[in-house]
């Protein structure tokens, strides 16, 4: 193919920053490569709520619909922390993640050998670590009804969310995470907390099932989530591929991201239907404590295109050199 059209949803704080940057990149891979970028910018988040009073429009979403992937920066600000949930920009990106399903978010935890010094754990603890997080991404307690703020009985103001999977739900990524172990360590390792949650514990039947069905040769661990945040710690270099639900990864990734030695070196990869665009977002957020001032890593969104270019675009060639030339910088 010759042109890809690519939605870009540069949302909030830093977020229009580290597009730019992104953009620019881009266009100089297409000026090496044999294809060419056509661009179209929509609203997300804060930046769609100001504009049209909705963090996810149905205009973005239908962008996003007619693209052949989207480049996602990051969402969300003071500004918008005190609106009622349905008017807050991160209700307008689990809305993305959802319509588009997006079931599937690859968030890999590579250190380089340049930044080793930049984590705040020893050398000789993070160096080689690689790590790919595989995090459920439209389930779980983000999305479980029943859900709100009510008045119990007593009189008492109560908060609840419910922690639910269907097990086609736990099925299919544990499949995706399979898929890629393969093609990694053939080392999987499933993160719940089976131990007290009943969801986790169909949870670890799926995987587990689904392991000995079609993947005997990938070698799979069970690990409950506290102890797997201890261990990410105290011994990186165990984990291959981590497969959890949609909290326990988004804890996990950021907690592995002070591995690599910046939260703003952590790309992501949202995929779902293979018909459909995947989005590619960084692992961080707004960062609206640095906005403004030119201080923002973009590497994360960098290497999140670059993602871009492996998994939807299928242009592994010019991945790669957009990967290498990251780590030359
Ligand atoms: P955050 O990830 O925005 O920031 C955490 C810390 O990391 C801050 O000190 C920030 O300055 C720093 N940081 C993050 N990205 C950076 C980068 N690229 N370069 C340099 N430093 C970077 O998390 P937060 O402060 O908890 O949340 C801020 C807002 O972002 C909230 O509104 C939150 O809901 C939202 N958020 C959005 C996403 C997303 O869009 N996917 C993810 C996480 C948080
Ligand atoms: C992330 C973010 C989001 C999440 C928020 C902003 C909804 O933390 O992408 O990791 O929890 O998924
Ligand atoms: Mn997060």
């Known amino acids: 193919?010759?042109?890809?059209?690519?939605?870009?949803?540069?949302g909030d704080g830093?977020?229009?920053e580290i597009m730019t940057a992104t953009v620019g990149v881009l266009e100089v891979v297409a000026a090496k490569a044999s294809f060419k970028f056509k661009?179209?910018?929509?609203?997300?988040?804060?930046?769609?709520?100001?504009?049209?009073d909705d963090p996810f429009p149905d205009t973005s979403l239908q962008a996003c619909q007619s693209s052949d992937s989207v480049l996602l920066a990051c969402i969300g600000g003071y500004k918008w922390d005190k609106n009622p949930r349905e008017k807050?920009?991160?209700?307008?990106?689990?809305?993305?993640?959802?319509t588009l399903?997006?079931?599937?978010?690859l968030r890999p935890a590579k250190v380089l050998p340049q930044l080793v010094s930049a984590s705040t754990l020893k050398p000789e603890v993070v160096s080689g670590v690689d790590i790919m997080v595989?995090?459920?991404?439209t389930g779980d307690?983000?999305?479980?009804?029943?859900?709100?703020?009510?008045?119990?009985?007593?009189?008492?103001r109560e908060g609840f969310n419910n922690m639910i999977y269907k097990e086609s739900e736990i099925r299919r990524i544990a499949q995706v995470a399979y898929g890629v172990a393969e093609k990694r360590g053939k080392k999987l390792c499933s993160v719940d907390k089976a131990n007290v949650l009943d969801v986790?514990?169909?949870?670890?039947?799926?995987?587990t099932e689904e392991g000995l069905r079609h993947h005997p040769d990938v070698a799979l661990e069970h690990m409950y989530v506290d102890n797997a945040a201890m261990q990410l710690i105290r011994n990186p270099k165990q984990f291959d591929t981590i497969v959890c639900g949609n909290l326990f990864g988004d804890i996990l990734s950021d907690e592995a991201s002070m591995l690599v030695g910046s939260l703003g070196m952590l790309p992501s990869a949202s995929l779902g239907d293979p018909r459909g665009p995947g989005v590619f977002e960084p692992c961080h957020g707004s960062a609206p404590d640095i906005a403004g001032e030119d201080k923002a890593n973009p590497l994360a969104m960098i290497l999140s295109a670059a993602m871009m270019l492996r998994y939807d675009l299928s242009q592994p060639q010019a991945a790669e050199a957009l990967e290498a030339a990251v780590e030359r910088t």
């Open 39 to 52: 661009f179209q910018d929509a609203l997300i988040g804060g930046a769609a709520l100001d504009a049209m």
């Open 141 to 156: 307690v983000y999305f479980g009804t029943p859900k709100g703020i009510r008045t119990g009985s007593d009189g008492e």
């Open 200 to 207: 986790s514990q169909l949870w670890r039947e799926v995987v």
């Open 134 to 137: 595989v995090r459920e991404l």
């Open 101 to 105: 399903g997006l079931f599937a978010n």
């Open 88 to 98: 807050r920009p991160e209700t307008g990106l689990l809305k993305m993640r959802k």
């Open 1 to 10: 193919k010759g042109e890809y059209a690519v939605t870009l949803l540069p």
């Open 14 to 16: 830093i977020g229009p």
